[in-house]
């Protein structure tokens, strides 16, 4: 049914204002925009003064919780995004949530348990897994004979350089008190998931594993119909103790029942002029393709099949993933369906738990927390 659906936007920092707030807008036969909530009360304002219609805002995500005409909320806060979507799906909110969604694989399993018994959709932002040529990648995939690497590689430049030349509203303006309580309960989480790791093990984890490798991680679970089994992780150049500037690079190496291996790797090329992103299949009869755009700027991915048949490019696809996975998101709300993404995702993050116990025993450190007891 093509009704449009109210939503809260909370988060209105970058990717909100470059892909969902623009998507939403074009999309008005789907979404309307009922109500935002940012901690920085001037962009807030700023972004609800630009919206059409009126538009509840507010600093506390709470209150647009409570909006008795909000119906869903899309939860774009930095970080992970556990306590916002709990908090929504208490109140009989459908969410959308970007990833990560958890940093433990409790939270995640828990949101999934809370979103089914309530009825309501909870979706993860894992717009890669949208690609308008995803099905053809599939198809591809059966055409190639038996396979024998996925090799999925991320070539990743500063993040000025992804952002581009966009020109997003920030302020600063934001009362400390509130990423502060965020930074503690993520701290919380990740002793949670790791034990008492060196500071340093525990921002690879969030800030580069969860906010980024997890694309990887999920894009194979997806496509490739399991998480496949970690059987090595590498990491260069050594972390440095105390608080780390920028992300090292590493690379992890998996494989599937039935032979498959399956080779990660994530640079970090700070000054390398473009973000780049490919996934690759190869089988005894072929080879596969599969490239992704910069994701801030709202292209589509592009696939080539080389198998002993043919050789097939295809044509990019004309709707950006931001926008399919939306179209998911309201299709799911309007045909009254009880979908969960949580569960892939306790999935994904069980599988980077894994990555940082592989990686730390190399140093000589043990994980504690889920890390260890999943073992
Ligand atoms: N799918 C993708 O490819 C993709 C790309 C970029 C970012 N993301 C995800 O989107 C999220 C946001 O990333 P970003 O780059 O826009 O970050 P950002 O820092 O630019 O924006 C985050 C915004 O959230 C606000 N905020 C933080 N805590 C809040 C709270 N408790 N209540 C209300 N507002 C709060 C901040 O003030 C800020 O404006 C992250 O989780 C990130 O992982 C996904």
């Known amino acids: 049914m093509n009704r449009p659906i109210s939503v809260g936007v909370l988060g209105l920092g970058s990717i909100a204002q470059i892909q969902h ?8 036969s789907r ?3 009922a109500a935002v909530a940012d901690i920085s009360p001037r962009l807030t304002q700023r972004i609800a003064d630009r919206l059409a219609g009126e ?3 507010s600093t506390d995500w709470r209150e647009v919780c409570a909006h008795p005409e909000v119906e869903a909320v899309l939860v774009l806060t930095s ?18 949530a970007e ?6 694989v409790e ?4 949101l999934h348990a809370l979103a089914t018994e309530k009825g309501l959709v909870l979706q993860v932002g894992y717009m890669k897994l949208h690609e308008e040529l995803l099905p053809d990648l599939e198809e591809g995939l059966n055409t190639i004979g038996d396979l024998r690497l996925i090799r999925h590689s991320v070539y990743h430049p500063e993040h000025s350089t992804c952002l581009g030349p966009s020109d997003t509203l920030r302020f600063d303006d934001i009362d400390p008190q509130a990423p502060a309580e965020a930074a503690a309960f993520e701290e919380r989480r990740t002793r949670q998931a790791l034990g008492d790791l060196p500071p340093q093990w525990g921002w690879l984890y969030r800030e580069v594993l969860a906010a980024s490798f997890i694309h990887t991680v999920s894009f194979i679970r997806g496509v490739m119909g399991g998480i496949p089994r970690l059987t090595g992780a590498d990491l260069w150049p050594p972390l440095p103790t105390g608080s ?4 090292p690079s590493f690379m992890a190496r998996a494989e599937f029942p039935g032979h498959p291996r399956v080779e990660m790797s994530w640079l970090w090329l700070p000054a390398t002029p473009a973000y780049r992103e490919v996934f690759e299949a190869h089988g005894t009869r072929g080879s596969l393709e599969f490239r992704f755009p910069n994701p801030y700027f709202g292209r589509t991915a592009t696939l080539v099949v080389k198998s002993a048949d043919a050789a097939v490019c295809h044509p990019p696809g004309i709707e950006s993933a931001f926008t399919r996975e939306l179209k998911v998101f309201h299709r799911a709300i309007t045909a009254g369906l009880s979908s969960s993404d949580a569960a892939g995702a306790a999935q994904d993050t069980a599988f980077l738990q894994d990555m940082v116990a592989t990686l730390t025993r190399r140093e000589g ?11």
């Open 55 to 57: 538009v509840f805002a």
């Open 79 to 96: 970080g992970a995004h556990e306590q916002i979507s709990q908090g929504a799906l208490e109140a009989g909110k459908h969410v959308f």
């Open 244 to 247: 780390p500037t920028e992300p």
């Open 31 to 33: 979404f309307r925009v």
């Open 99 to 104: 990833k990560p969604l958890c940093l433990t």
């Open 365 to 375: 450190l043990a994980v504690g927390g889920e890390a260890e007891t999943r073992r």
């Open 21 to 28: 707030l623009p998507n939403l807008a074009r999309m008005e």
């Open 107 to 110: 939270g995640a399993e828990r």
